[in-house]
């Protein structure tokens, strides 16, 4: 393992503390080998099948045990379907977001041998790459499955010399979920082509932000739905700060959207930010967003139902959303299932994906390279989890390829397996970095500072060009 390239994970540790002030923050759960706290779709999952190609090829034997650290509740369904399968023993652990870099850090710097499996996240990935926490999967033979894995999935899994550590079951490009009664009454349409015009750039979003509420509603819950696209390049190009023309373009249109109430004043992943899927939520005031009114706990739901119950209310528009944000809609839409579609947004996008691979501590390497070739390269475990999670769209070509037709009611019978994938086709992994999170937390300290009138715009801008010299003095930052 390169120790000295390992320190740089502690940067990642230090960027999944932050929340994006533009409204971006984190739902997490810790679970334990028995699953406690598990998705609530586990309790309708399918019955096991049978062994297949892609995993389950006889290395596993009962008595066995492996051991997986994850962020995501996913590996818990997976891991119970695996143990269901093989007979071996899966002890899923999740971790939260903000914990999960240094925990690894922890466990692999001390030489620990377990976990078997670890994940991460593409902005996580880079430093654990360095760091050699993810064992080498070319030599289990990985390569063989390149052309089976959508192109972007599979070059995000490698590392800078090519070798590669991680896959995931998932894509994750994104798109914008909107209501599909509120579309035809104010637009005379629901069609996801039509409906994607109105959200062709940032002026048109303006515009259509402005008809709904003309119309009684309001475009998003919060200011931060669009951000899932504003990563038009990346933030660091040659060592050098890239603070784009349309980086300055979104900021601008967050603070209109604020500015101008065009949203319910929400937080991205608030109680009032998953209520509007269901339907109608209080509009609330631009000083509850942002904390300088702490009469209403934006966190608690009963609190916030008493605390709201007299104000004004509306109905959003919609939500800016990876494709696994259909688990998150799943979770929260109630009455209103059936009346969503899905569009393209005003650039191509993507954010998260969970992926998995060997930890270079394990002594099960591999038992572990079976469970990631049954998570990520097995036909009918991605057609189960399909099935089981109610549309999450797989990495897995042939199975995109199977389900392509497939017509999702929530979403109005659209085909959005076929949606995504050609979403993902504009996905350039080029514009991922290690500095992501910690520069687009920055960026959105910025956006609240000017939104909310504590800064102006070139203040901000000023003090974000500050801290990117000070915590990144390797980043060569040139002021405009």
């Known amino acids: 393992m390169n120790w000295k390239k390992a320190v740089s994970v502690l940067l990642v540790s230090a960027m999944a503390l932050s929340i994006t002030a533009c409204g971006n923050g984190g739902n997490t759960t810790t679970s334990n080998a028995d699953g406690a706290g598990k998705n609530e779709a586990a309790e309708n999952g399918a019955a096991a099948g049978t062994e297949s190609e892609g995993g389950t090829d006889g290395a596993a034997a009962t008595g066995e045990k492996l051991v997986v650290w994850t962020l995501s509740n996913d590996l818990i369904d997976f891991g119970e379907r695996y143990q269901e399968q093989t ?11 903000a914990n999960y870099p240094t925990k690894v850090q922890t466990a692999l710097l001390a030489g620990e041998k377990e976990p078997d499996i670890i994940v991460g996240e593409p902005k996580m990935l880079e430093d654990f790459y360095d760091a050699g926490f993810f064992e ?20 995000v899994g490698q590392s800078e010399d090519g070798v590669q ?7 994750t490009p994104a798109g914008i979920y909107y209501r599909r009664d509120i579309a035809k009454e104010v637009f005379g349409t629901d069609d996801p082509e039509e409906v994607g015009k109105l959200f062709a750039d940032y002026p048109t979003i303006l515009e259509t932000a402005d008809k709904l509420k003309n119309a009684g509603y309001r475009i998003f819950s919060s200011d931060a739905e669009m951000n899932v696209f504003s990563g038009d390049s990346a933030w660091v190009v040659d060592g050098t700060l890239n603070v784009s023309e349309a980086r300055y373009e979104y900021m601008d249109l967050c603070v209109q959207l604020y500015q101008d109430g065009l949203t319910a004043y929400a937080n991205q992943w608030s109680t009032p930010w998953y209520q509007a899927m269901a339907g109608e939520v209080p509009i609330l005031t631009a000083d509850i967003q942002n904390y300088a009114d702490d009469s209403v706990d934006v966190w608690d739901a009963e609190a916030f139902e008493e605390a709201t119950k007299d104000m004004m209310k509306t109905e959003v528009f919609a939500f800016g959303l990876p494709s696994w944000g259909v688990l998150t809609m799943r979770d929260n839409v109630k009455d209103t299932s059936g009346l969503w579609g899905v569009c393209s947004g005003p ?22 390279w079976d469970f990631v070739k049954f998570c990520t390269l097995n036909e009918e475990t991605a057609d ?3 099935e089981f999670s109610q549309g999450d769209t797989v990495s897995l070509k042939s199975a995109l390829e199977k389900h392509k037709d497939d017509a999702n009611e929530i979403y109005g019978g659209e085909k959005l397996y076929q949606f995504w994938l050609e979403q993902a086709k504009t996905i350039d992994t080029s514009k991922v970095t290690r500095y992501d999170q910690a520069i687009g937390d920055a960026w959105g300290n910025a956006i609240s500072a000017v939104k909310t009138g504590e800064k102006t715009k070139e ?3 000023a003090e974000f060009y500050d801290k990117i010299e000070s915590t990144y003095p390797d980043i060569t930052v040139n002021r405009e």
């Open 87 to 97: 007979g071996v023993t899966v002890e899923t652990v999740v971790i939260e977001p």
């Open 136 to 155: 080498d999967l070319d030599q289990y033979g990985a390569q063989d499955y390149a052309d089976q894995i959508v192109d972007y999935v599979w070059e």
């Open 165 to 171: 550590r991680a896959i995931s079951y998932q894509i």
């Open 347 to 368: 650039a191509s996008g993507f954010d998260g994906g969970t992926y998995i691979g060997i930890s270079s501590q394990s002594e099960k390497k591999d038992l572990a």
């Open 384 to 386: 189960w989890w399909i």
């Open 459 to 461: 203040e901000a801008v």
